[in-house]
């Protein structure tokens, strides 16, 4: 009797660990940053598009786009304003047989429509005091967010977005990469 009730009880505790393990694998979120940033409704046709980046190595060209109150609203010298919103759209290019992306003859990548995923990046008054960052990792009130290609968030750890846009605080880039691209385009 005993010996069974003792083999039992393993068997429970085999099962109830398999269970636990495989529920765990199956909960990423736990490891995603919070994030209040969400996808901007309706971003292709209500925002500017103000650059488009190759990137032959991963195949994909990235759109990106910004509001157009924050594009009216950036001057000179100044950090971009309250309420900036950054959409980075990739699209797959058009490959040769074999895989190659092809080239147009102005040697640039042909971008199709299927998209790939977006990231974006927003600034609202307070959003640096209030995340859960610590100050010496904060991107300003910049805040970041990932999603998957049908537009439904990709609950990810975004520590690694914060960590390479850090740097670009120079310039006047304010956190960007595109910045100047940025400026250029609220001149126009
Ligand atoms: C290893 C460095 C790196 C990481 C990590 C990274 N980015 Fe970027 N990001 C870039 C670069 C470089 C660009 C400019 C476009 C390009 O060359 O791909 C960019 C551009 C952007 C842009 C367009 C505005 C701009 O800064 O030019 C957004 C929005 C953006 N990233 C969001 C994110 C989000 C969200 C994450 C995390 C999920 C992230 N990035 C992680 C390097 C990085």
Redesign the pocket.
């Known amino acids: 009797m005993f010996q069974n009730g003792s083999g039992f009880m393993g068997c429970v505790a085999v099962a109830g660990f398999l269970a636990a393990s495989s529920a765990f694998a199956q909960s990423p979120p736990s490891e995603a940053t919070l994030t209040r940033v969400a996808l901007p409704k309706d971003f292709a046709a209500t925002f500017q598009r103000y650059d488009m ?1 190759d ?1 032959v190595d991963r195949k994909i060209v ?1 759109y ?1 786009y910004i509001n157009k109150e924050a594009l009216a609203g950036i001057k000179p010298g100044e950090p971009f304003p309250d309420g900036t919103i ?3 759209e990739d699209h797959d290019v058009a490959l040769e047989a074999g895989g190659v992306p092809i080239k147009g003859t102005n040697g640039r990548l042909q971008p199709t429509s299927r998209i790939k995923a977006f ?3 927003e600034k609202r008054k307070g959003w640096g005091e209030t995340n859960l960052f610590p100050p010496e990792k904060d991107n300003g009130d910049w805040e ?3 999603f998957k290609a049908d537009g439904s968030a990709n609950p ?1 750890k ?1 520590d ?2 914060y ?3 850090l740097p ?1 605080n120079k310039d006047g880039l304010d ?5 100047a691209k940025i400026r250029e385009a609220a001149k126009r």
């Open positions: 980046v990137k990235r990106l950054l959409v980075m990231a974006v990046m970041y967010a990932s990810v975004l690694n977005c960590a390479c846009h670009q956190f960007t990469f595109s910045g």
